[in-house]
Each structure stands twice: as structure tokens, then as C-alpha cells.
């Protein structure tokens, strides 16, 4: 089995309702992203999947977190933007992207800072 990974980031703020904490007030962060999926079969020159092409499909999902107010977004109206909601929505997101057989979508990271993260996968 392989597993193919890219790192990328975003930059956005939120607020965490009910934190009791710093937290609950409006600030932001540069997240990092690791986005890694899975194959056991190689393509024809030898490619689970180009990096370019895993780097565009993540990079049209997060277009739609970069530079914005999260609680504004549709996703998380309802829920805490947090970094485990994030990674899970990013998941989910990013399945529908990555919906080239045999290569699979293993796991989500997201740091929002450098020594805090969280990883989401589904199985």
C-alpha cells in the first residue's frame, strides 16, 4: 500500500461558542493541512495520484475557508468551527474530490499551531 501526502495551509478566523476561554473570542490562525490518501495500484508511469492533482482538488476545497469568518460559513453556523470540525469537514469535502479508484482518501490533518493538531479519518 502507498500513501501519497501533501501539506498546504489556509488563514481564517473563528470563535469557539460556549468556550469559556480565550478561545470564545474572535481570533484567527494560519492552519496547516496534510491531506494523505491511499492506493495500492500505481498508474501507468508509475503514480498513485500527481501531487499537482492532489494539490488542486485540496486547494478548490480550501478556497472556501481561506480569509473568512468560519461561523459564517454554511458548515458551521451550527457547529464550533474547531480543528476537529474542520478536519472532518475537510474530509468530507475532500472525498467527493478524490473519487479516483483505487486511490482513497486515508486521513486529515490540521494544525492550527505548531505543535497543536488533529487528524480525522473515516473507516
Known amino acids: 500500500m502507498f500513501e ?3 501539506e498546504t495551509a489556509f488563514s481564517a478566523a473563528h470563535r469557539l461558542r460556549n468556550y469559556k476561554g480565550n478561545c470564545e473570542a474572535l481570533h484567527g490562525h494560519n492552519w496547516k493541512v496534510q491531506v494523505t490518501v491511499e492506493t495500492a495500484a500505481l498508474n501507468e508511469i508509475g503514480l498513485g ?4 492533482e492532489l494539490k488542486e482538488k485540496t486547494g478548490r476545497v480550501l ?3 481561506d480569509h ?3 461561523n459564517d460559513l454554511a458548515p458551521f453556523q451550527e457547529i464550533n468551527p474547531s480543528s476537529e470540525e474542520i478536519a472532518r469537514f475537510l474530509f468530507r469535502e475532500l472525498t467527493r474530490e478524490i ?3 483505487p486511490v482513497r482518501l ?3 490533518s ?3 499551531s505548531d ?4 487528524t480525522y479519518c473515516e473507516d
Not at 505543535?115 to 488533529?118: D, E, G, Q, R
Open 99 to 101: 473519487a479516483v479508484p
Open 4 to 6: 501519497v501526502s501533501i
Open 49 to 52: 495520484i500527481d501531487f499537482r
Open 110 to 112: 490540521v494544525w492550527e
Open 115 to 118: 505543535n497543536s493538531w488533529v
Open 106 to 108: 486515508k486521513k486529515v
Open 68 to 70: 473568512a469568518f468560519l
Open 63 to 65: 478556497s472556501q475557508l
